[in-house]
């Protein structure tokens, strides 16, 4: 893993050429999450465990599709400040994500298609930005009150 950043409210993990991306993301975001007292540590008061569980699942869901669709993640960049959590996801794939449309009843409890839907229900907002070589994919959560984001 690669804490960058790790002294303040921005924190980089680099993931290209690595394996097992899903669980080190988590994993990265779990310790980030607990250095800013979104999940307790024995030691924090102010905490907030299930905003903290859906950024977890928001960040699996955001760094599979990066494997799935992105021609892989290539890192993952948390920024905190006492207002939101930013998390982008940058791949080498240009194009933007494509929300599957609806599904009828009956197909709605197959696998796969249901990551944006989620991102679009727990997220404050999010979107994605492409470039020549790949896109950048993010999303922001309020900050929970009572815990101790940095300071920007």
Same mark, same amino acid.
């Given at each position: 893993m690669d804490p960058r950043g790790s002294t303040?409210?921005? /924190? /980089?993990?680099t993931l290209a050429g690595t394996t097992n991306v899903v669980s080190r993301s988590r994993d990265f975001t779990? *310790?980030?999450?607990?250095a800013w007292c979104w999940l307790p540590d024995g030691e924090s008061a102010g905490s907030d465990p299930e905003a903290a569980?859906?950024? #977890?699942l #928001? !960040?699996? *869901? !955001?760094?599979?599709?990066?494997?799935?669709?992105g021609r892989g993640p290539?890192?993952? +960049?948390l920024d905190c400040s006492p207002e939101r959590l930013r998390v982008e996801v940058t791949d080498g794939n240009p194009a933007p994500p494509v929300r599957i449309p =609806?599904?009828?009843? =009956?197909?709605?409890?197959?696998?796969?298609g249901h990551?944006? #839907?989620? #991102? *679009? /229900?727990?997220? /404050?907002?999010?979107?994605?930005?492409?470039?020549?070589d790949g896109k950048s994919v993010?999303? *922001? !959560?309020?900050?929970?009150?009572? +815990?101790?984001?940095p300071a920007g």
């Open positions: 303040d409210g921005t /924190r /980089r993990l779990r *310790e980030a999450l607990i569980e859906d950024v #977890l #928001l !960040v699996s *869901e !955001v760094v599979a599709n990066a494997c799935l669709h290539r890192a993952l +960049v =609806d599904r009828g009843p =009956d197909e709605r409890a197959q696998p796969g990551g944006l #839907l989620i #991102l *679009e /229900r727990l997220a /404050r907002g999010w979107g994605s930005e492409s470039g020549a993010w999303f *922001e !959560v309020p900050c929970p009150p009572g +815990v101790c984001a």
